[in-house]
């Protein structure tokens, strides 16, 4: 059997870190199997479509490296792939199953719709036109009556079901509402759209989220009166705030472009990911710590459907910036270097950085400087951008400088006398050389070094937290640091 997976996400705004979760099972799946890995655009709630939202998706798929066999974009013997465009497919498979007895036009005006939805609410909705004689429909459609096309639910019927990860779940048939095959504006409903497409794109395995559980009755109902057989359905487990229920923006960003844009890897999201929900199956020694940095062709390589997890996992933000971490260290400078330029020209708000930035033959080792202290993409441009912008309204009266606080312009001039006596030429300009007679200044006055060394960095750099100051200061260079203390 050929392994078809697709991913088939609703452009009704920004598309959601599960979303990506998702995607990253369908994509691992098919290319485990040397198979085909499918993104289809599902548009057919033209009421919630947002502008701009399809493109996204696309530019995050590719931003992650889930980039599509076939699509809208890859294009494909399947399609179209995008709803919207198969209007006529779904009206056919529609109309097939009133032939068959098995749906029917609905003719239910809008209050009558809401009455008897508050009076079925907990029970199957039934209309009053379910078993109206085809004859009389057609002429009420032909007549022009507004209508809808609706799944006829069989009654008293128990639909054993068994999903991939969350096993055997029976539906009673009278819970089951006549879901809504073909909506009054002429689209296919999703539940209808999703099985047609499926199909006809030979689709061999569905991955969706848990939520979806409560529309696979209809779905297989479909399945049987079309006569197709259905593929495996995986639901996998649902993401939970920390809070508790759904991942919540009350925390931070929910969606895959909004983790990007705070700084965050994409690889290292992506392992952060197949984490939550699924488990590695390599076998460890007794005491042997699990292990937990995956790259994505060594999660395809481990990656089976039996290792789902049925347990819905939470989203722990500071296991995140664990992962990110990790990779931070797990690159060199020069690629962290890259990792950072792509994404302040993707998505820094900085501007008027761009070219002090972008044109820094230095900004490989300023990045090494801060790169254990960082977290983020964001939090590296956070803590090199004094090297940049000169500090201004410096806050003397803190805690840092307490101890120093009525020397401070004194301290401010004897750094300057000692610093300008040093060359000008950036290769004699060591640390080294000058961190004695820093010292000897602090002698003078009977400070303490450290609380020298803080008016420094305040003067400097601006605030009390910094990378390495002597290592930053001959990054400066000397006129710069001579600037900065004559300010």
């Known amino acids: ?81 995008i709803q919207s465009q198969r209007k006529d497919i779904y009206l056919k498979y529609a109309e097939e199953l009133i032939k068959k007895g098995y749906a029917y036009y609905c003719f239910l005006e809008p209050e009558e719709l809401k009455i008897l939805q508050e009076a079925t609410r907990g029970t199957g909705f039934r209309s009053k036109y379910r078993d109206q004689d085809i004859e009389t429909s057609k002429k009420m ?30 539906f009673d048939t009278n819970l089951v509402n006549d879901e809504i095959l ?61 809070s508790g229920g759904k991942l919540s923006k009350r925390k931070g960003s929910v969606s895959a472009k909004g983790f990007l844009q705070d700084g965050y890897l994409p690889e290292a999201m992506l392992n952060f990911l197949m984490l939550l929900g699924w488990s590695s ?58 990792s950072f330029i792509n994404w302040f020209k ?19 080792e300023k990045i090494g400087l801060v790169k254990e202290r960082a977290t983020t993409l964001m939090e590296i441009l956070e803590q090199i951008k004094f090297f940049y912008k000169s500090p201004k309204d410096i806050d003397w009266n803190i805690k840092q400088t307490q101890n120093t606080i009525e020397i401070i312009s004194d301290l401010k001039k004897d750094f300057v006398e000692m610093f300008t006596g040093f060359a000008d030429n950036s290769k004699e300009w060591k640390h080294e050389d000058w961190e004695p007679r820093m010292r000897s200044i602090g ?4 400070k303490k070094h450290g609380d020298i060394f803080m008016v420094l960095r305040m003067a400097i750099v601006g605030s009390p937290f910094s990378p390495p100051l002597f290592e930053s200061m001959q990054l ?3 006129n710069e640091v001579l600037k900065r203390l004559t300010a």
């Open 141 to 170: 459609v032909d007549e022009g009556k507004p209508y809808v096309i609706r799944l006829k639910v069989p009654e008293n019927e128990t639909i054993i079901y068994k999903d991939g990860v969350q096993g055997s779940i029976k």
């Open 281 to 338: 199956p390599e076998k460890r020694e007794f005491g042997e710590k699990e292990r937990e940095i995956y790259s994505l062709e060594e999660f395809v390589e481990l990656f089976d459907v039996k290792d789902f997890n049925k347990s819905n996992p939470v989203f722990n933000r500071e296991k995140l910036t664990w992962f990110n971490k990790e990779y931070f260290k797990i690159k060199t400078n020069a690629e962290l270097k890259e």
């Open 476 to 478: 400066l260079g000397k």
């Open 182 to 242: 073909i909506k009054s504006n002429g689209f296919g409903s999703y539940h209808l759209a999703v099985v047609v497409d499926d199909h006809l794109m030979k689709v061999s395995h569905v991955f969706r989220a848990v939520e979806w559980l409560p529309s696979t009755p209809k779905q297989i109902l479909l399945y049987r009166y079309l006569g197709w057989e259905m593929p495996p359905f995986y639901h996998v487990s649902a993401i939970l705030d920390p």
């Open 443 to 446: 002698d003078k006055y009977s």
């Open 346 to 364: 993707e998505y820094s708000e900085d501007i008027d950085l761009s070219n002090y930035i972008l044109q820094d033959y230095d900004l490989e």
């Open 1 to 81: 059997m050929d392994i078809r997976t697709r991913f088939a996400p609703s452009p009704t705004g920004s598309l959601h870190i599960g979303g990506i979760r998702t995607a990253l099972y369908c994509y691992a799946w098919a290319k485990k199997n040397s198979g085909k890995f499918i993104v289809r655009i599902e548009d057919t709630d033209q009421t919630r479509f947002v502008e701009g939202a399809t493109e996204e998706v696309f530019e995050m798929l590719n931003a992650y490296g889930l980039n599509p066999d076939e699509s809208m974009n890859n294009g494909g013997d399947y399609g179209p792939y």
